[in-house]
């Protein structure tokens, strides 16, 4: 599979405050456009985990 683009977007009362608190989590940059900010990273990256299992969810039904 592959992806071409991906992005996770947060609703933010304080778009500064917010933009600074996952740019300070991520070790990213704020880009700001006025009521859209995009905190930045130069990499991300994933492993393989031996100890990881796949999990079923969700495990039932709710009703």
Not at 5 to 17: G, H, P
Not at 23 to 51: F, N, Q, R, Y
Request: net charge positive.
């Amino acid at each position: 599979m592959r992806i071409r683009y991906q992005v996770v977007t947060f609703d933010a009362a304080d778009l500064s405050a917010e933009s600074r608190f996952w740019a300070g989590v991520l070790g990213g940059v704020v880009e700001d456009d006025g009521d859209w900010h995009m905190v930045t990273i130069s990499t991300c990256g994933s492993k393989t985990s031996p100890k990881r299992t796949n999990r079923s969810w969700p495990s039932a039904p709710r009703c």
